[in-house]
C-alpha cells in the first residue's frame, strides 16, 4: 500500500513538471527610456531570470526572429494588449510577457504585464521603484518577477535596491529667503550698562543703556525640506544712531528655521569695533576719601605728569603710607570712549524668532542676546520683505 501510494505520488509530481514545462511563455521587447539598456537587453535580462524561475517553457530570440521576418513591427512597438495577443497567438505560445524600463529624476521604474493569449486579458502584472543603479538592472528585474510570480524574495536585495521616497534635503527646496531690512532696540546689561551710564569725562558714553538698532539682513539656505531650513546668516547693525553714537556689529550666525509656523533658533560669533584703556574706578581701591570717590584712573592717566586728575599730589603723598599700592594691581582693560586706539572685538550671539506671514509678506520677529565679557545687549529686532517666489527642486525649460 505505501509502495502504491509513493507511486501516485511521483507520478503526480511528474505530471506536474510537465504540466509547467509545456506552459510557454515568450518576450517581446519591453520599451525603455532614460537608460543606457537596449530593448534586447532588457528582453534578454526578462527572458533568463525567468529561466531561473523554472515555472515556464520559454521562447528565445530565434524562436521568435520568424515572426519578425514577417512583420518588423513586433520587435519593437508591440507594447499593447492587443498587439501582444496577436503577437503570441502567431508563435503559438500560453503567455506574452513585456512593460516598460524608465528612468524616472532619480529612480528606475520597471513595469511589467503578463498577457494570456488565449483568453485575451492581463494576466498578472508588477512594478518595482528602485535607486537610480543601472548596473544592478538584472537584481531589479528579478525582484519584479519573483513579485508577480509570487516567489519569495530576499528582503535585504529588496531594501538595497529600492526607491525610498525620504524627505528632501535639498539648498533649494522650500526655500524662502528672508533677507532684508532689520530694526530693533536692545538694552545693555553688565559692564556694558554701566559703560553706557558713565560720565564721558570718564571714558563712557554717557546715553542711557538703551539703544537703537538699524541693519540689513543676508541670508543663505544650505538645506532645506518642506518644514526644515538650515542658514547662513550676516547680520550688519548699526547701533545707538539715535543718542550721537556709532555703534557697528556684524553678526554671523547658523540658523534653523522649522515648522509651518516659521520658528527660528541661531546662533553664532560677532564681531564689532570699540576702544579700551587700562584702569580702575577709585572707589575700588580706596574709599576714605569721598572726593576721590567714583573717579575713573587709566594707565595713562596714572603715569603721565601732566595728568587733568587734581588729587595727583594727594595719591604721591599717601603713596608712602601704603594708601594707593593696589592701585595698579587693580587695573584691568575697560571700555573707554577716549580711547584713540580702535580694536576689533568679538562676542557670541543667540536668538530665537518666528516668521509671521501676511501673503507675500514676510515679518520675521527675534529677540536675542549678545555676550561679551561680563557685559551684553539684550533685545529684540523685527523685519521684513516681500517673497516674489519659491524656489523648486525642479526647473520646465
Known amino acids: 500500500m505505501k509502495k502504491t501510494l509513493l507511486i501516485i505520488l511521483m507520478l503526480a509530481s511528474v505530471h506536474v513538471v510537465n504540466a509547467q514545462g509545456n506552459t510557454s511563455i515568450a518576450v517581446a521587447n519591453p520599451n525603455v527610456e532614460g537608460l543606457y539598456a537596449t530593448p534586447s537587453i532588457c528582453a534578454k535580462i526578462l527572458r533568463l531570470e525567468l529561466s531561473k524561475l523554472k515555472q515556464y517553457s520559454i521562447y528565445d530570440a530565434f524562436d ?23 503577437f503570441g497567438t502567431k508563435l503559438g505560445t500560453n503567455y506574452m ?22 483568453n485575451n486579458a492581463i494576466y498578472k502584472s508588477g512594478l518595482g521603484e528602485f535607486m537610480n543603479q543601472e548596473k544592478e538592472l538584472q537584481r531589479m528585474t528579478e525582484l519584479v518577477l519573483k513579485d508577480m510570480m509570487g516567489v519569495v524574495v530576499d528582503k535585504e536585495l529588496v531594501d538595497r535596491l529600492k526607491f525610498d521616497n525620504e524627505i528632501i534635503t535639498k539648498s533649494n527646496v522650500g526655500k524662502v529667503s528672508n533677507s532684508g531690512p532689520r530694526v530693533g532696540v536692545g538694552i545693555m546689561t ?33 538645506v532645506g525640506t518642506d518644514n526644515f531650513s538650515a542658514l547662513a546668516e550676516f547680520i ?7 543718542q550721537g ?13 522649522f ?11 560677532g564681531f564689532t569695533l ?4 587700562t584702569g580702575t574706578f577709585i572707589d575700588d581701591v580706596y574709599t576714605t576719601n569721598s572726593e576721590w570717590e567714583g573717579d575713573w584712573i587709566s594707565q595713562h592717566e596714572w603715569d603721565s605728569e601732566t595728568s587733568t586728575i587734581s588729587y595727583n599730589e594727594s595719591i604721591q ?28 572685538a568679538f562676542m557670541f550671539v543667540m536668538a530665537f524668532g518666528r516668521t509671521f506671514r501676511a501673503g507675500s509678506l514676510n515679518i520675521p520677529v527675534n529677540v536675542f542676546y549678545s555676550s561679551r565679557g561680563k557685559g551684553g545687549l539684550a533685545g529684540i529686532n523685527v523685519g521684513f520683505n516681500v517673497t516674489k517666489k519659491k524656489t523648486t527642486l525642479t526647473r520646465t525649460l
Not at 559692564?191 to 539682513?217: H, T
Open 64 to 86: 521568435m526572429e520568424e515572426v519578425y521576418s514577417q512583420d518588423s513591427s513586433y520587435r519593437n512597438k508591440c507594447l499593447s494588449k492587443s498587439c501582444l495577443v496577436e
Open 97 to 118: 510577457i513585456t512593460g516598460s524600463f524608465d528612468l524616472l529624476a532619480n529612480k528606475i521604474v520597471i513595469s511589467l504585464k503578463m498577457i494570456d493569449v488565449k
Open 190 to 222: 553688565g559692564s556694558f550698562y554701566e559703560y553706557a551710564n558713565r560720565s564721558s569725562k570718564q571714558g563712557g558714553l554717557d546715553i542711557f543703556p538703551a539703544v537703537s538698532m538699524i541693519g540689513y539682513q543676508l541670508e543663505a539656505q544650505y
Open 236 to 242: 550688519l547693525n548699526v547701533n545707538g544712531l539715535e
Open 245 to 257: 553714537k556709532f555703534i557697528p556689529t556684524l553678526s554671523i550666525l547658523n540658523g534653523f528655521r
Open 259 to 269: 515648522g509651518k509656523a516659521g520658528w527660528e533658533f541661531a546662533f553664532g560669533p
Open 274 to 277: 570699540s576702544k579700551t584703556s
Open 317 to 344: 603723598a599717601h603713596m608712602e603710607a601704603q594708601e594707593y599700592t593696589d592701585v595698579v594691581d587693580a587695573m584691568e582693560e575697560t571700555l573707554d570712549f577716549r580711547a584713540e586706539e580702535v580694536k576689533g
